[in-house]
């Protein structure tokens, strides 16, 4: 008795691009599981005053890097990179003190068939 049916090579292959799916979707579920056990993803709350603070010391240890949020569009939908911009300018909104350390640069790709 076999548990497994007659495959061409063709339902090999997928059959194998499956399982190879389901074993990458399981991986990353347990690297963010692992990621969160061990601390490297934080749950508290941001504020101003603590984002003013990291600034600071930023800056007292030399660290003078701003934060670039590059958006590139290839013919992409308008909508999507409005929501994109937006959704900087509500967190620069909630949080002034990174109006000094985040900028936008938008660039449009051309592509040429």
Known sequence: MRLAPDL????????GAMVLLIL??????????K????KHVSREKVTNRKLTASVAHAKR?????????QI???????????RGIDNVLAGVAR???????????????????
Not at 72 to 82: C, D, R
């Open 24 to 33: 990458t979707y399981l991986y990353f579920w347990w690297m963010v599981i």
């Open 95 to 113: 949080y002034p003190v990174l109006q000094k350390v985040v900028w936008v640069e938008l660039e449009r790709v051309r592509c040429s068939v």
């Open 35 to 38: 990621a969160s056990a061990h």
């Open 72 to 82: 590139t569009t290839k013919g992409g939908a308008l909508s999507v990179v409005q």
């Open 61 to 69: 240890k030399g660290n003078t890097h701003r934060f670039l949020i």
């Open 8 to 15: 061409t090579p063709v339902g090999w292959f997928l059959f």
